[in-house]
C-alpha cells in the first residue's frame, strides 16, 4: 500500500547499527501498538514470511533471516496510522532505535515509483517483489473455497490478466518489480503459493 510522497532522501540509518535488529516480540509489540487493522497486520506478517522463508532457502544465517523477516513484517507498519506520511513515519522510528540501516533501506525502496528510492540489494528487490504478489495471491485464495489447494501459477496469471479482480494491485508493479529481482514471474508466484502464510 502505497501513496505517491517521495522521501527525497537517499541515505538510511547508520552505517555503525550494522547488526542491530530489534527481537521478533519486540517488532510485534510495535505493530500492534501503531496498527489496529488486523488485515493490514496480516499482510504484514504474510510478506515477512515470505522474506524469511526466501532468506532460508537461499541458505543465509539465522541473523540474516531475521533481518529479511523484519524488514517485511513493518514495512507498513505506518500506513494504518499516518498513510500521508507512509514509509517516512516508520523509517524515522527504526532510525530513532538505532537499527540497521539495511532494513530501513529495504523499507524505504519498497514502492520505487512512490517513494523514489530504488531497490538495490537482493533484500530490497525481494521485498518489493513480495508485497504487492503476496496481497494478489492472497485475494486470490479467499476467492476459492479450495484456498491455497491445487493452486496454479496459470490461474494467479489468468487473475493478473482480468483488470477487475483485485483492481488495487499495480500490475503494473508487479512486473517491474519481477524484472528488478531478476526472478521469472512464474518462479516468484510459485514461492508465494508454496510458502505464504494461510489465514
Ligand atoms: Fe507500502
Ligand atoms: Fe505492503
Redesign the pocket.
Known sequence: ??LTHPLNRSEFGRIEDIGNVMSLSQAMDLLNSWVKNEKLIFHMQQVGHLMKAFAAEKGYDEFTQRLWHLSGLL??AD?DQWPDD??RKIIEELESRNQDPRMIKAIAS??PRYFGVDPETEMDKMLYAF?ELSGFVHAYSLMRPERYEGMEIKGVKKRLKDKGFAAQVSREDIADASQRAGVQLEDLIQFVIDNQLRA
Request: with cysteine; charged share 20%; proline share 0%.
Open positions: 500500500m502505497n514495512h507498513d500506513w507512509h514509509c519498497h514502492g508485497d
